[in-house]
């Protein structure tokens, strides 16, 4: 697709339809002493109202800019702090954010002037706006990019999702006759809505889903028969100590209850163990990888409860095979 293919999508749908294309590339982001490698993306000014993103300083560029070809920048909520000595939890941050506007930054060497910077919008999927700049596609396409006509993507939007079904109807018919495309002819370009975006991410997400239970599954039944194992052998070892306890008048439910807590007990510890681990690799990830993770106190209450589950399951049979040791034999095994 072409820059023309998303002219043509704005000039022929009668201004129904929001429209921009999208050019991005990561490249090298510098201000005064401070750099970082940042994703620019080159739009038009209706991309901002498709993600409904709001400003928390300044102003959105203009489709005037877009016409001229202007060095002007919005910036991602965390640029500011990736380009200067601003913390972003700070409670004067939106007053800060004002000193960026009218400063000048450098993209690939290339000067940009800072005309507004966008509110959070925190993370979603694979998407981090936050950490983008936007600049005017055609700057992008002509000063930036090296003049690349070729675009991955053109997005468009609707007033209400009852016009989606025109929409798609009528960006087929513009495109197959940009493109050249007879009606019944393989498309060389392809249409997807935003249901079925999510209809794909949440299919793939169930699969993950169930992928990962299966796992915990095996995970779980491995570990519960490790963990019988263990008090089985437990059991053999503490043969003498079971006849005496039951000489001095143990009952079977007293036996049995003892070796059943030691088995939840070992369960719970090693659950204990799993959530500081992954509370660290989740730390690491948020902190290397630029992924915000979250630990809920919730799961971690679940995780904990099933250990002690499969302690208490497991632990059943070993704790049987104690409690109805008969003492006399008990107290002679060698």
């Given at each position: 697709?072409?820059?023309?293919?998303?002219?043509?999508l704005r000039d022929?749908?009668?201004?129904?339809l929001?429209i921009?294309?999208?050019?991005q590339?990561?490249?090298?982001?510098?201000y005064?002493?401070?750099?970082?490698?940042?994703?620019?993306?080159g739009?038009?000014?209706?991309?901002?109202d498709?993600y409904?993103h709001?400003?928390i300083?300044?102003?959105?560029?203009?489709?005037?800019?877009?016409?001229?070809?202007?060095?002007?920048?919005?910036?991602g909520?965390?640029?500011?702090?990736?380009?200067?000595?601003?913390?972003?939890?700070?409670?004067?941050?939106?007053?800060?954010?004002?000193?960026?506007?009218?400063?000048t930054?450098?993209?690939r060497?290339?000067?940009?002037?800072?005309?507004?910077?966008?509110?959070?919008?925190?993370?979603a999927m694979w998407l981090?706006?936050d950490?983008q700049?936007?600049?005017?596609?055609?700057?992008?396409?002509?000063?930036?990019?090296?003049?690349r006509?070729?675009l991955?993507?053109?997005y468009?939007?609707?007033?209400?999702?009852?016009?989606?079904?025109?929409?798609?109807?009528?960006?087929?018919r513009?495109?197959r006759?940009?493109?050249?495309?007879?009606?019944?002819?393989?498309?060389?370009?392809?249409?997807?809505?935003s249901?079925?975006?999510?209809e794909?991410?949440?299919?793939?997400?169930?699969?993950?889903?169930?992928?990962?239970?299966g796992i915990?599954?095996?995970?779980?039944?491995v570990g519960?028969?490790?963990?019988?194992?263990?008090?089985?052998?437990?059991?053999?070892?503490?043969?003498?100590?079971?006849?005496?306890?039951?000489?001095?008048?143990?009952?079977?439910?007293?036996?049995?209850?003892q070796?059943?807590?030691?088995?939840?007990t070992?369960?719970?510890?090693g659950?204990?163990?799993g959530?500081?681990?992954?509370?660290?690799?989740?730390?690491?990830?948020?902190?290397f990888?630029?992924?915000?993770?979250v630990?809920?106190?919730?799961?971690?209450?679940?995780s904990?409860?099933?250990?002690a589950?499969?302690?208490?399951?497991?632990?059943?049979?070993?704790?049987?095979r104690?409690?109805?040791l008969?003492p006399?034999d008990?107290?002679?095994?060698?």
């Open positions: 697709m072409s820059i023309e293919d998303a002219e043509a022929d749908t009668g201004g129904f929001k921009s294309p999208e050019l590339s990561r490249m090298q982001v510098t005064l002493r401070w750099n970082s490698n940042n994703q620019i993306m739009v038009w000014p209706d991309y901002f498709m409904d709001e400003l300083a300044g102003r959105y560029f203009t489709e005037g800019e877009v016409q001229g070809r202007r060095r002007v920048a919005v910036l909520y965390t640029i500011p702090e990736q380009l200067g000595d601003i913390p972003a939890d700070s409670s004067q941050y939106s007053i800060a954010t004002e000193l960026f506007i009218g400063q930054i450098q993209v060497g290339i000067p940009f002037e800072v005309v507004g910077v966008l509110e959070e919008k925190g993370d981090r706006p950490d700049i936007f600049i005017p596609q055609s700057t992008a396409q002509h000063r930036v990019m090296g003049g006509d070729r991955g993507t053109i468009a939007a609707t007033e209400t999702p009852e016009e989606m079904n025109q929409a798609i109807a009528e960006i087929d513009i495109m006759r940009e493109h050249r495309i007879l009606p019944g002819e393989d498309a060389d370009f392809s249409i997807r809505n249901q079925d975006l999510l794909t991410f949440n299919s793939t997400a169930q699969t993950f889903t169930l992928l990962l239970a915990a599954g095996i995970s779980l039944l519960g028969i490790g963990i019988m194992n263990i008090m089985l052998v437990s059991v053999t070892e503490r043969t003498r100590e079971i006849g005496v306890r039951k000489a001095l008048g143990a009952t079977r439910g007293a036996i049995m209850t070796f059943v807590v030691e088995a939840s070992l369960c719970v510890l659950g204990l163990l959530v500081g681990i992954g509370y660290g690799a989740a730390e690491m990830t948020t902190r990888a630029g992924l915000n993770t630990v809920s106190p919730q799961i971690v209450a679940l904990l409860a099933i250990s589950f499969i302690g208490l399951f497991f632990g059943i049979w070993p704790a049987r104690a409690a109805i008969d006399i008990a107290l002679r095994y060698e």
